[in-house]
């Protein structure tokens, strides 16, 4: 069945960095569009970041850009996320999402399966 587990998550302080990881099975990640997303207590969940499985074409939000950084490693079946520079407002769970159809390019809309989210706290 497919299955998606994140891990890495922390507590930092601003500025600081983590590498998150999300791990996938039941699934070829080679044809699949992967999205970070994160939700924050008392608000909606957002897309943070996507990598394409055609091209590795990558999109990220504004809130984010020049600090995160996505990348995939199709051999180790993960998806990663490196946060750098990271601020007070980046606390949120993170989660890893797939994108319904294979070579798709709708992330981060679209997702089909998700993870059950890594907690990321950055203290001021």
């Known amino acids: 069945q497919v299955q998606l587990v994140e891990s890495g998550g922390g507590l930092v302080q601003a500025g600081g960095s983590l590498r998150l990881s999300c791990v996938v099975s039941g699934f070829t990640l080679d044809y699949y569009t992967i999205g970070w997303f994160r939700q924050a207590p008392g608000k909606e969940r957002e897309g943070v970041s996507c990598?394409?499985?055609?091209?590795?074409?990558?999109w990220y939000a504004d809130s984010v850009k020049g600090r995160f950084t996505i990348s995939r490693d199709n051999r180790k079946n993960t998806v990663y996320l490196q946060l750098d520079n990271l601020k007070p407002e980046d606390t949120a769970v993170y989660y890893c999402?797939?994108?319904?159809?294979?070579?798709?390019?709708?992330?981060?809309?679209?997702?089909?399966?998700w993870g059950k989210g890594t907690q990321v706290t950055v203290s001021s």
């Open positions: 999402a797939r994108e319904s159809q294979t070579l798709g390019s709708q992330c981060p809309r679209d997702m089909d399966y």
């Open positions: 990598i394409r499985g055609s091209d590795y074409r990558t």
